[in-house]
């Protein structure tokens, strides 16, 4: 699934931000860093599941995506430590 929002905080922050969450906040399923980038972020779970969040500047919010197939859950709970500036939304 795909989520999305905008938030108050730079891409960076939010990169920073998930690369912390998902290795610290949630013990059954934790991931970790596989790939990443000024905007991006790639982290894989033990299993080979994935979880790949961007981040970047639109005008004055900060458009955020996040996509995976397993980390929905924990996804959800990542966005909402988040400053956000608009509904997540879930595709």
Do not use: C, Y
């Not at 690369?19 to 610290?24: C, I, L, S, W």
């Amino acid at each position: 699934m795909i989520h999305t929002t905008t938030v108050s905080l730079p891409p960076a922050d939010v990169v920073a931000r998930a690369q912390r969450f998902f290795a610290e906040r949630v013990p059954n399923s934790a991931a970790f860093l596989e790939k990443s980038g000024p905007n991006f972020v790639t982290l894989r779970g033990q299993g080979g599941e994935e979880v790949v969040i961007s981040a970047w500047e639109d005008n004055a919010v900060t458009r955020v995506r996040g996509s995976t197939l397993f980390f929905d859950q924990a996804l959800d709970r990542f966005f909402s430590t988040l400053p956000l500036a608009s509904p997540v939304e879930v595709a």
